[in-house]
C-alpha cells in the first residue's frame, strides 16, 4: 500500500512540537503514535522509528512520530521521562486533526519512551493499546528482587488486579481505579508505578522484550510474578538496542500484527 510522509507541527505549553506522520493512502482506523525520547528523538537509533513507520504505514496503518519538549526539532525544556503527559496528550490532538477518520490509538514506546506511554495510557479513552518494546524499570535493589517485589505490594494483591474474575465487576472497578491512581503517584518506585498503570488499563498491551539482556529478564520476571494482563514476546538473541537489522525487523512485524488482530 502506498503512502506519503508529511510533517507536523502542533502546539505544548506555548511551545512548537514537531512530527512526521506517515500516512498510507487508505488508512485504517486505528493509528499509532511512536512515543520517543533521548538520545533517539522521532528518528530512532539506527532509523528504528522511521523504518517502523514505514512498514506500519505499507499495512495501512497511520503512524505519527513526533519530538517531546526539549528533543530534536521541538522547542522547550526537556521533560523527566515520567512526565511527558502533556505532551503526549498534544501529539494526540495534533494526530487526530490530522485523522478525523481515526477512532483510536496505540501508543508505541521503547525503553524509558515505553515507561511513559504506559503511565499515559490508562489516562485517555482514545488509546486502545500499547506496545512497550523493553519497557524500562529501575534496576532491582542489592537486597533481591523477592524483597523488593514484597515492598512494591503484595504479590496476591497484583494478582487479585490481574484476574477479572475474582471479587466481581465492582470489585475488578474499585482495584483498577486504585492501579490508576498508584500510576500517577510520583512518590512511588517506578516499577510499582508501571505495574500499575498495566493493571490499571483497560486496553491491550504488548510487551516485546530483547530475549538475552539482563533488564529484559527483569521486566520479565516482574510481568509474570505479578500476573499482569498483557501478551509478552521475546526477541531471541535481541540487545537492548536492537541494532541488528534482523532484529528490528522482528519488532515491526510483531508490531503490526498484533495491532492488526484485534
Given at each position: 500500500m502506498d503512502a506519503t510522509q508529511r510533517a507536523v507541527q502542533f502546539n505544548c505549553g506555548g511551545d512548537s512540537l514537531i512530527g512526521i506522520l506517515d500516512l498510507p493512502e487508505r488508512p485504517l482506523a486505528r493509528g499509532v503514535l511512536v512515543v520517543t525520547s533521548a538520545p533517539q528523538y522521532r528518528i530512532g537509533d539506527h532509523?528504528?522509528?522511521?523504518?517502523?513507520?514505514?512498514?506500519?504505514?505499507?499495512?495501512g496503518i497511520p503512524v505519527l512520530r513526533f519530538d517531546h519538549r526539549g528533543m530534536g526539532d521541538s522547542e522547550g525544556e526537556a521533560r523527566p521521562i515520567d512526565a511527558l503527559g502533556e505532551d503526549?496528550?498534544?501529539?494526540?490532538?495534533a494526530f487526530f486533526a490530522q485523522m478525523p477518520g481515526m477512532q483510536d490509538v496505540v501508543l508505541w514506546g521503547f525503553g524509558d519512551a515505553a515507561t511513559a506511554?504506559?503511565?499515559?495510557?490508562?489516562?485517555?479513552?482514545?488509546?486502545?493499546?500499547?506496545?512497550?518494546?523493553?519497557?524500562?524499570?529501575?534496576?532491582?535493589?542489592?537486597?533481591g528482587l523477592p524483597q523488593?517485589?514484597?515492598?512494591?505490594?503484595?504479590?496476591?494483591?497484583?494478582?487479585?488486579?490481574?484476574?477479572?474474575?475474582?471479587?466481581?465487576?465492582?470489585?475488578?472497578?474499585?482495584?483498577?481505579?486504585?492501579m490508576r491512581a498508584a500510576a500517577g503517584d510520583a512518590s512511588?518506585?517506578?516499577?510499582?508505578?508501571?505495574?500499575?498503570?498495566?493493571?490499571?488499563?483497560?486496553?491491550?498491551?504488548?510487551?516485546?522484550?530483547?530475549?538475552?539482556?539482563?533488564?529484559?529478564?527483569?521486566?520479565?520476571?516482574?510481568?509474570?510474578?505479578?500476573e499482569v494482563r498483557c501478551k509478552c514476546v521475546s526477541v531471541g538473541g535481541a540487545e537492548r538496542s536492537f541494532a541488528s537489522r534482523a532484529w528490528r525487523d522482528?519488532?515491526?512485524?510483531?508490531?503490526?500484527?498484533?495491532?492488526?488482530?484485534?
Open positions: 532509523r528504528h522509528f522511521t523504518l517502523l513507520a514505514r512498514l506500519m504505514a505499507a499495512r503526549i496528550q498534544a501529539a494526540m490532538r506511554a504506559v503511565l499515559y495510557a490508562h489516562a485517555d479513552t482514545r488509546v486502545s493499546g500499547v506496545v512497550l518494546l523493553n519497557p524500562w524499570m529501575q534496576a532491582p535493589r542489592a537486597d523488593l517485589l514484597a515492598r512494591l505490594g503484595e504479590v496476591d494483591f497484583w494478582k487479585r488486579v490481574a484476574s477479572d474474575s475474582r471479587g466481581g465487576p465492582d470489585g475488578v472497578a474499585a482495584l483498577r481505579q486504585d512511588l518506585p517506578l516499577p510499582r508505578r508501571v505495574l500499575a498503570s498495566l493493571s490499571g488499563f483497560d486496553g491491550a498491551a504488548l510487551v516485546i522484550l530483547g530475549g538475552d539482556e539482563a533488564h529484559a529478564q527483569h521486566v520479565d520476571a516482574l510481568l509474570k510474578r505479578h522482528a519488532v515491526a512485524e510483531i508490531s503490526a500484527n498484533w495491532i492488526a488482530s484485534w
